[in-house]
């Protein structure tokens, strides 16, 4: 893993709720911003699988989108530990009951982040551009982005 990680930014995650959607949406700005930062952790916010955790919890907690708050998550969540070099081992076809035992209290985030997210054997030459990895996390989870919200 990279010593220094990568964070959406607020504009990202509105970006990533108009691709999910296909309209412009109402949002709270207070809620969204502390919903985003979600991915941050008290102290060094060095533990990419623990603060994945804490977005994929807190984040559809918040609400803060008018449209779309669990398929934004999903799709972030994703992208976020993408964009810091973590393999996702997660189909298409098991990824909405993944995510919804996770917001029923069934599996804890961490368990469920921990299920998913594999550490690569380099931490260097992954890819930083998150829309291009939204786009691929688009075209890989279609089923799951029909079946959330």
Known sequence: MA???HYLTVQDILWINL????????????????ATYYQYAYGESRQIESQ????????????????GNDSTTFVALITFL???????NLTDAKAGTWYRSVQTGETTAA??????????????????D??????DVL???VK??????
């Open 3 to 5: 010593s220094q990680l």
């Open 19 to 34: 691709q999910i959607t296909e309209k412009v949406n109402g949002y709270s700005f207070a809620k969204l911003e502390e």
């Open 52 to 67: 994945a955790a804490r977005f994929l919890k807190g984040f559809p907690k918040m609400q803060p989108l008018d449209q």
């Open 82 to 88: 993408k964009l810091n070099g973590l393999e996702i």
């Open 111 to 128: 368990q469920a982040v921990g299920q998913i997210a594999k550490s690569t054997a380099s931490d260097h030459h992954h890819a930083t």
């Open 130 to 135: 998150v829309r291009a990895i939204v786009r």
């Open 139 to 141: 075209k890989t989870y």
């Open 144 to 149: 799951t982005l029909k079946s959330l919200d």
